[in-house]
């Protein structure tokens, strides 16, 4: 697996989509607005979810969907464990 939890291309959606909720607010927000905004709906934000913050869910998510699979693959083909896993959980 090769997770992209800290790959700087999040940084940067994260970015554009700041500015393009700004553009459709018509106003430059600040951090604390930013925040506000990614809550959801029910709780008086825009549910706007920043993908840096979701990235180690979705990575962690998705290894525990296939966890049987990954169990079953190094029968067929012995390989080293996934420490990402773990460094992720500690997170």
Not at 22 to 36: E, K, P, Y
Not at 71 to 84: E, F, K, Q, R, T
């Amino acid at each position: 697996m090769l997770p992209s939890v800290d790959n700087p291309a999040l940084q940067r959606f994260d970015e554009l989509l700041r500015s393009a909720v700004g553009r459709i607010t018509n106003s430059a927000l600040s951090d604390i607005q930013l925040l506000q905004a990614s809550l959801p709906i029910k709780l008086g934000g825009l549910g706007v979810r920043r993908v840096t913050s979701l990235a180690i869910p979705a990575y962690l998510a998705s290894a525990a969907s296939t966890r049987t699979l990954q169990d079953h693959i190094p029968a067929l083909c012995p390989s080293a464990n996934d420490a990402s896993v773990e460094d992720y959980l500690s997170r």
